[in-house]
């Protein structure tokens, strides 16, 4: 591992591992550093709030559809990062019934996000990011001891061991002091913009590795609630894991940066990230009213009354669907239901997808919109 002097950024420790001495890598409590940005960085992270303040305030008043869609996006965006790609139909059915698995895993980051912003006004505490640890690695191979708790052993990133690591985060018994202090952090009211805050607190839980895996996907799960409970994201969830996994050398660049005592630059790549992400979830909004009126013309021979079509406008929100959903959706008997699915996948709106279950009786045809989730980019 390349040395680092000892400085405000946090200190090197030798710690024994399997009979050999390693360097491990102990930053320095956020409530000891000194985070002062420069006036750049400053307009920089301000531009980005305002950026992303104004692409959710953008979503159309019927916006719980988008901006479910926009969810979606940065659950999967994110286990992309982690290398776990899987079909986004298997995540969306996942998602629905409880299937194990990798698109089970997936969707588990899904339900993670979720529920951080949901309870973003309630206050942070360890054991919420515990629970948050044990819904996304419950399908994982990840021991069960390992599993919504901190790590008990050293980790390392890259390598196949600590001794050839790419880096060495702390030794277990400096987690607690680090997560508590990142917790306060995460949650102060001060003078510091969401962006900032959500890019400094993102770096610090990555510099700290507190669980056996995860790590990666909870940091950013760190960021999308951060960034509710300031108000920023007031409607979606930003999809900045999309952003992010198209300059994943700058991300892990920057990440280092913040490691080695300079914020300043990590907060400017970060700031200039979630601008893009303004742009992302613009270009989806756009896209997705695109679509659905494209829909509407390619539906326009059936009554304007019918269940198909009024069933469009939910699609964005609903874009893997059966007919249960339909019935619920528009309080309509199953039936109808499926006769609205029926029509839409006649003019071409929705495709018949096989979906395997266990489930005992007569199995319901599931349906997805495809055009919509060609809108990924992730």
């Known amino acids: 591992m ?8 946090g200190r090197s420790a030798a710690v024994e591992w399997r009979g050999h001495t390693v360097a491990a890598w102990v930053p320095a409590e956020l409530s000891q550093r000194d985070l002062t940005l420069s006036t750049p960085d400053v307009r920089s992270a301000e531009r980005a709030v305002a950026a992303l303040r104004l692409a959710d305030q ?3 008043v019927t916006w719980e ?25 298997s995540v969306l059915v996942a998602e629905r019934i409880g299937l194990g698995g990798a698109a089970g895993w997936v969707a588990d980051n899904l339900a993670v996000i979720d529920g951080s912003v949901q309870t973003a006004h309630e206050t942070l505490t360890i054991t919420m990011l515990h629970d948050w640890h044990n819904r996304l690695m419950r399908n994982s191979d990840l021991p069960p001891e390992m599993i919504g708790t901190f790590r008990p052993a050293l980790g390392w ?176 008997s199953e039936r109808t239901g499926r006769t609205a699915l ?10 018949e997808i096989e979906v395997g279950t266990e489930t005992v009786g007569r199995a319901r045809r599931w349906y997805a919109a495809s055009e919509l989730l060609r809108l990924w980019r992730a």
């Open 58 to 60: 953008r979503l159309p």
């Open 157 to 332: 990133v890259g390598g196949t061991s600590p001794s050839d690591a790419a880096y060495v985060p702390p030794p277990p018994e400096e987690i607690p002091r680090l997560m508590d202090d990142l917790v306060r952090f995460a949650d102060a009211d001060d003078d510091l913009d969401a962006v900032s805050r959500s890019a400094i607190a993102h770096a610090q839980f990555e510099a700290i590795h507190p669980y056996g895996d995860g790590n990666g996907r909870l940091g950013r799960v760190l960021v999308s609630r951060i960034l509710r409970r300031a108000g920023v994201t007031q409607r979606s969830v930003a999809p900045i894991s999309m952003a992010i996994a198209r300059d994943a050398g700058g991300y892990l660049s920057g990440l280092r940066m913040f490691e080695t005592g300079r914020a300043g630059p990590w907060v400017r790549w970060f700031a200039q990230v979630v601008e893009r992400t303004a742009d992302l979830t613009n270009a989806v909004v756009n896209e997705s009213q695109e679509l659905i009126e494209q829909w509407s013309r390619m539906t326009s021979s059936l009554r304007h009354d019918s269940a198909a079509r009024a069933l469009l406008r939910f699609l964005p929100g609903h874009p893997v669907i059966n007919s249960a959903d339909v019935a619920s959706l528009l309080d309509v």
């Open 342 to 351: 029926e029509a839409l996948a006649r003019h071409g709106v929705l495709s």
């Open 65 to 89: 559809a988008l901006a479910r869609l926009l969810m979606r996006h940065e659950g999967i965006a994110s286990s992309g990062i982690e290398g776990l790609r899987e079909p986004v139909t």
């Open 2 to 9: 390349e040395a680092i002097a000892e400085g405000t950024a």
